[in-house]
């Protein structure tokens, strides 16, 4: 465990990032909702840490560690969350593929082997950040890899759906960024009151036409479209 500042303390896992790995993160995370400690405010994982804020006015950073060290004491509390596949579509190529020649050609395939192949997999959520909803997700295909852009973008658009080295990602608002964009979709990530995806998600990415795209969006407006979410 480190501080971080005045008000909150990184607690490190050790391991390489592996689903297991983010399992015992989750676990961790359900035992700090159970336990609720008082003047702690709220908690962060990421791949291989959880960072807890906490108010120093109630919780010195000696008190903290000694309540931390007790959870990892505690035996593993049944999580009450199912876990659930999110079907997500895409909309592939044209002008919201900006870079997807570049993944094509970084690794000498074709634009059609990168779409079917970024398919394939079902994808771990590890983390949410570095904006407001985006999903980090483990277990893309090395042979769909490539590095961020050297140069980021100004604007990249809401739903965006990107890679950089071997994760891929979807961005939930529109920002600056550096992962390339293989296509889009139309689902809204964040709103004032819940993110799409929590940590320990997997999602499966399936590909939709020009028109499909458009009727999902339209559904959405009208609070009509039906999520395809496998609970188990």
């Given at each position: 465990?480190?501080?971080?500042?005045?008000?909150?303390?990184?607690?490190?896992?050790?391991?390489r990032?592996?689903?297991?790995?983010?399992?015992?993160?989750?676990?961790?995370?359900?035992?700090?909702?159970?336990?609720?400690?008082?003047?702690?405010?709220?908690?962060?994982?990421?791949?291989?840490?959880?960072?807890?804020?906490?108010?120093?006015?109630?919780?010195?950073?000696?008190?903290?560690?000694?309540?931390?060290n007790?959870?990892?004491?505690?035996?593993?509390?049944?999580?009450?969350?199912?876990?659930?596949?999110?079907?997500?579509?895409?909309?592939?190529?044209?002008?919201?593929a900006?870079?997807?020649?570049?993944?094509?050609?970084?690794?000498?395939?074709?634009?059609?082997?990168?779409?079917?192949?970024?398919?394939?997999?079902?994808?771990?959520?590890?983390?949410?950040?570095?904006?407001?909803?985006?999903?980090?997700?483990?277990?893309?295909?090395?042979?769909?890899?490539?590095?961020?852009?050297?140069?980021?973008?100004?604007?990249?658009?809401?739903?965006?759906?990107?890679?950089?080295?071997?994760?891929?990602?979807?961005?939930?608002?529109?920002?600056?960024?550096?992962?390339?964009?293989?296509?889009?979709?139309?689902?809204e990530?964040?709103?004032?009151?819940?993110?799409?995806?929590?940590?320990?998600?997997?999602?499966?990415?399936?590909?939709?036409?020009?028109?499909?795209?458009?009727?999902?969006?339209?559904?959405?407006?009208?609070?009509?479209?039906?999520?395809?979410?496998?609970?188990?």
């Open positions: 465990m480190q501080a971080v500042g005045d008000s909150a303390v990184k607690v490190n896992f050790t391991g990032v592996t689903p297991e790995l983010n399992t015992a993160i989750q676990s961790f995370c359900h035992k700090l909702e159970q336990v609720l400690i008082d003047g702690v405010i709220e908690w962060v994982p990421a791949f291989d840490s959880v960072t807890i804020y906490y108010q120093p006015q109630k919780l010195v950073y000696k008190e903290i560690t000694e309540k931390i007790d959870l990892f004491e505690m035996p593993a509390v049944q999580n009450e969350r199912s876990s659930r596949t999110i079907q997500v579509p895409v909309l592939y190529g044209g002008l919201y900006p870079d997807l020649e570049r993944v094509a050609e970084y690794n000498g395939l074709n634009v059609n082997d990168v779409i079917r192949i970024h398919q394939e997999k079902e994808y771990l959520v590890y983390m949410l950040g570095f904006l407001p909803g985006f999903p980090y997700l483990g277990g893309l295909d090395k042979r769909i890899a490539t590095p961020r852009l050297e140069e980021p973008r100004a604007k990249t658009f809401a739903g965006a759906v990107g890679i950089a080295h071997e994760q891929t990602g979807i961005y939930p608002v529109e920002s600056p960024g550096g992962w390339n964009i293989i296509g889009k979709t139309p689902l990530l964040f709103d004032q009151d819940k993110f799409l995806f929590r940590l320990g998600d997997h999602i499966q990415f399936y590909s939709v036409e020009e028109n499909v795209f458009a009727q999902i969006k339209e559904q959405i407006r009208n609070d009509t479209f039906k999520m395809i979410i496998t609970e188990g």
